[in-house]
Structure formats: structure tokens, C-alpha cells
């Protein structure tokens, strides 16, 4: 509404109208942004030290900040000799130090009343920040309220105050502050001092150096040992333990050197984190490669001893040992960098749940291929007739199994469904079943059919691949057009080309047994052709003369 106005009025001026309304529209705008950037300041953060937690917040914030003049006002050194209360600056340095190397204060921990806690068992008027564990002795870090004149309220109690130098010998950077320029230590990136990422960089690199000479040299010496003790069939499992174990003492290597940085607590913590993390990555790939040792072995153990259904289950509980491992795992690192992990377990529990109510299929198709392995109602390689298909089985995996009809398409099946037809398994046969019916014409004499008979009986008894047992030929009925004659026969043979190539083989032999006995085989008879009968003409409709008679 202001802004239309403005520029109503504007406009009426005849020779700068535009430019006018043009310098009235920034002017509001303007006057609008600084109205709005002045409505909610940022508050500074409180280092009066009225408070403990301001207190603290107040030295901090100055120590980080390299003013150690300022910071040392947050300091009591009243209980200091008056000769010594000058190096009140060298003091709020060295505590500076070993509050980084030692304790992590929490400032929403301290409390932000000006009469302290009062219910931490502690006088009235001090609070605890934290505890140090020195090498010899633990110190409290308290603050006392003094009220001095021109001083913070609250301040390091002059106790602490006084153990200052003693920490510092423990916990501080020694000589070392002697051997390395200044800018070493004032610069400063994510709380890491400069020299102390130097150490981190050159630190990684000996430790990878190291441990690769280490496991080189080991790995050298192990094969030596193997060859004379006549173990060369271990020798092929060395390079899979290189590996691992070279990760593993790297990392071993640079966690034990983190010691001599003197990194501040949250990033001592945090590389001691990642070190742990490797360490457990690598003892898990080491156990990884053990496993598929051992499951290649057992494999070979049970394919000799002729257990198929034991080696068929030997990749399923391969994988579930790497399943759990990987799991402990991720356990142990989330626990190692301090989650909750039995709120997490909780959650995956819940979580589960879940999704076992939303994947009940992939459930069922995961236990239906454990089935078929365990069961083996059928294996790769085998031809089966499955429903109202055939085919052979190509693999069978934890979702589904795959296989290969006669037309040569893949069809894959869910485990679950497949585990729950009924399954016929032409692989697993030890014989394959002829059957025929030769129809011999009306013609033929009994002599003739006896003869017949007596020719294909010698012909299935004569081959060596029909067993005996089970082969006959006999004359079984009058048929409409024919005189049948069954022939029945079981060929000892589980491969379907060689049973062709036999049947093909005894089919030539009957219908030279026919020929010779002077008969022949009986003709279809064809039904004649239908020939539809002609329709009568459709009758003439009525004439109107008709209607009306």
C-alpha cells in the first residue's frame, strides 16, 4: 500500500517521474531490510563468569583464541607465591594443553545458576568440571566463586591451579616445543594443531611401510618353513592371508603411535576410532579368507567321500558365517565409536519384524532353496519335469532356481514354488521304460502272430542293453482295425540319447520280424468324407391374395 502511493505521488512529477519512483521503491526496501535484520540479533555467547558454565565457556573460548592474558583472568592465583602469579598467561597455556589432551569439557554439563550446583555433594560456592588421571595421581578441576574485583566471579579453584606445572610435565608437549617454530603450534585446523597433522600424515605412511616389509618378509619365511616340512599344499593359502594381515598390523602399528601426538580428546577419539575400525575390518577379512578355505576343503573332503547333499550345503553356510562375522563386526565399530547399540538392536529388532511381515515371500523362497540344497529332490545338471514343463536344473540359488527347457530358454522359478511341486527327476533313473504296440492286419494267421512273437522275444533278449527281467512281447487283443501286440522292455541306460539310439535299434529289428514272418502291419483306416446333405429351398413367403383368403 506505501509503495503504490509512493509512486502515485511520484508519477506527478513531470520531468523525473520514473526516477524518483525508481529511488522511493529502494528507499523502502532499504528501510524494510534494516528493520528486519535489526528485529533478532544473535546473542554473544555468555563469558562473563557469572556462572560456572560461562566461566569455562569464557577461558575456552580465550585459550582457543590464543589470548592467554585474557584467559588467565579465569584463573585463582591467589594461592601462588606473589613472584609467580605474573606467569598467570603460561599457566592458562599449559591448562590449555591438558584439558585437550585429557578431559572434554562439557559446558552444558556446568551449571548456569551464579550460585553453582547445589546438590553435586560438593561446598557451596565450587562445582567440578572433571577429573584428570595422571600417571601417578588423579586431579579435580574445580571452580570456586571468589568475587574479586574486576575479575570473573567465578574462576579454576587456586587446588587445581597449583597442579598445573605437574600436569603439564605429564601431559604436555615437552621439548618439543623447544625443537619445532611457533607456527607449528599456532596453527590450527578442526581443533588439530599443524605439527600434530604433520605427525598424523608421516605416522600412516611408516605404519603402512612397515607393516608391508613385515608381512613380505613373514610371508617369505613361511614358505620356506612349509616347503621343508612338506606341507606345499599349504602354500597356496599364504597369499590369502597377505592381506589381512598387513591391514591388520598397520593399523595396530598407527593406533599404538597415536599416543605420542597429544591430540585433543574428540580427535584422539576419532583416530583411535577409524584405527579400531581397520583393526576389526581386518580381523573379519581374515576370518572371511579362513572360511572360504575351510569351505573349499570341505567341499573336496565331501565330494570324495560321495556326499553331495553335505557339499550342497557347504556354500549356504559359508555365507552365513560371513553374514554373521559382518554383522558382529558393524556391532563392534558402531559400540567402539559409542553408539547405543542396544537402542540400535532394539530398533533392528522392531525393524525386522517388519520386514520379515513385508518379505514373507523372500523369506519362504530362502528356506524353500535351503530345502532343495538340503533335500536335493533335484541338482544342477538334472532334467525334471516340473508341473507340465521340462527342463534341466542350471542352479539353484537362495531366491530362486533357474533352468534350461528344451527349447532352450531359461525359466526361473521362486524357490518357495519350486520346493513345492511335485518334482519327477529323470536324472535319478537307473533304467528308461520302452513300450510299444504293433498292430498287425487281420490277415495274419496264428502261426504268423506266433512267429512274430517268438522273433522280437530273441531280438529284446539278444540285445545287451534291454534287461532281461523285465522284456516280453505278447499278443494282447483284437483291435478295431488290427491284432495288437504289446512289446514291453527296460533299457539300462539313465542317458536319454543312448536309450534313442537303442530303441531306434530294437524298432528296425520288429519290423524285420514282421517282414520275415510273411504278414505286415495293419493300415489306419481312414474315415470317409462327410458330405452334407442338400437343404430343402426355404418356402415362399404368403401373397397378399393368400391373406386374404
Not at 595421581?137 to 574485583?149: P, S
Not at 613380505?216 to 593359502?237: D, G, M
Not at 536344473?393 to 520346493?419: C, K, M, W, Y
Not at 517268438?454 to 534291454?466: C, D, E, F, Q, Y
Amino acid at each position: 500500500m506505501m509503495l503504490s502511493q509512493i509512486c502515485r505521488i511520484e508519477r506527478r512529477m513531470s520531468n523525473y517521474g520514473g526516477l524518483a519512483c525508481a529511488l522511493a521503491v529502494t528507499s523502502v526496501l532499504t528501510a524494510a531490510a534494516v528493520r528486519v535484520g535489526a528485529q533478532e540479533p544473535t546473542p554473544a555467547p555468555d563469558t562473563s563468569g557469572n556462572t560456572p558454565r560461562s566461566a569455562m565457556r569464557g577461558y575456552l573460548t580465550a585459550s582457543r583464541a590464543a589470548d592467554y592474558t585474557r584467559a588467565a583472568t579465569y584463573l585463582d592465583l591467589r594461592s601462588l607465591p606473589p613472584a609467580k602469579r605474573s606467569n598467570g598467561p603460561e599457566l592458562a597455556k599449559e591448562l590449555h594443553v591438558v584439558l585437550d589432551r585429557t578431559l572434554w569439557v562439557e559446558l552444558d554439563s556446568l551449571s548456569d545458576d551464579p550460585e553453582g550446583a547445589t546438590d553435586d555433594g560438593l561446598p557451596p560456592r565450587r562445582d567440578l568440571v572433571g577429573t584428570i588421571w595422571g600417571p601417578s595421581a588423579r586431579v579435580e578441576v574445580y571452580l570456586d566463586r571468589i568475587g574479586g574485583a574486576g575479575l570473573p566471579p567465578w574462576q579454576v579453584a587456586g587446588s587445581t591451579v597449583r597442579q598445573i606445572p605437574k600436569l603439564y610435565q605429564d601431559f604436555g608437549y615437552g621439548r618439543l616445543t623447544e625443537l619445532l617454530p611457533a607456527p607449528f603450534f599456532d596453527v590450527r585446523f578442526l581443533d588439530v594443531q599443524l605439527w600434530q597433522w604433520i605427525g598424523l600424515v608421516v605416522l600412516a605412511l611408516a605404519a603402512a611401510i612397515v607393516a608391508w616389509v613385515a608381512t613380505a618378509v613373514t610371508a617369505r619365511a613361511l614358505r620356506v618353513v612349509l616347503l621343508r616340512s612338506r606341507l606345499a599344499f599349504e602354500e597356496p593359502h599364504l597369499p590369502l592371508a597377505v592381506g589381512p594381515l598387513r591391514l591388520l598390523a598397520a593399523a595396530a602399528l598407527f593406533d599404538a603411535g597415536t599416543g605420542l601426538l597429544a591430540l585433543p580428546v574428540p580427535a584422539y577419539r576419532v583416530v583411535t576410532g577409524i584405527a579400531d575400525a581397520l583393526v576389526i575390518f581386518a580381523v573379519v577379512w581374515l576370518l572371511w579368507r579362513i572360511a572360504d578355505v575351510f569351505a573349499r576343503a570341505a567341499e573336496r573332503r565331501f565330494a570324495s567321500e560321495g556326499k553331495p547333499a553335505a557339499a550342497g550345503l557347504v556354500p549356504i553356510g559359508r555365507r552365513t558365517v560371513k553374514v554373521l562375522l559382518t554383522a558382529v563386526a558393524m556391532i563392534a565399530v558402531l559400540e567402539n565409536f559409542g553408539f547405543n547399540v542396544t537402542g540400535i538392536l532394539a530398533a533392528l529388532g522392531v525393524g525386522g519384524l517388519a520386514v520379515a511381515l513385508a518379505a514373507q515371500k523372500t523369506v519362504e523362497n530362502l528356506f524353500g532353496g535351503i530345502t532343495l540344497i538340503a533335500d536335493q529332490p533335484v541338482r544342477v545338471g538334472d532334467l525334471c519335469r516340473f508341473g507340465d514343463r521340462t527342463g534341466t536344473v542350471e542352479d539353484i540359488g537362495l531366491r530362486s532356481t533357474r533352468l534350461r527347457t528344451p527349447e532352450r530358454t531359461v525359466v526361473s522359478v521362486p524357490n518357495g514354488q519350486f520346493a513345492s511341486m511335485e518334482l519327477e527327476n529323470f536324472a535319478r533313473r537307473d533304467r528308461i521304460r520302452l513300450q510299444a504296440i504293433l498292430a498287425l492286419r487281420y490277415e495274419t494267421t496264428p502261426a504268423q502272430v506266433r512267429a512274430v512273437l517268438t522273433a522280437i522275444s530273441k531280438l529284446l533278449l539278444g540285445n545287451p542293453k534291454v534287461a532281461p527281467d523285465s522284456a516280453y512281447a505278447r499278443f494282447v487283443g483284437f483291435g478295431a482295425t488290427s491284432l495288437d501286440i504289446e512289446v514291453v522292455a527296460y533299457v539300462a541306460t539313465a542317458e536319454t540319447s543312448e536309450f534313442l539310439a537303442v530303441r531306434e535299434d530294437l524298432f528296425l529289428g520288429m519290423m524285420d520280424a514282421v517282414a520275415t514272418s510273411g504278414t505286415a502291419f495293419a493300415a489306419a483306416k481312414v474315415p470317409p468324407p462327410t458330405v452334407a446333405a442338400p437343404q430343402p429351398p426355404p418356402s415362399p413367403p404368403p401373397t397378399d391374395g393368400g391373406a386374404q383368403r
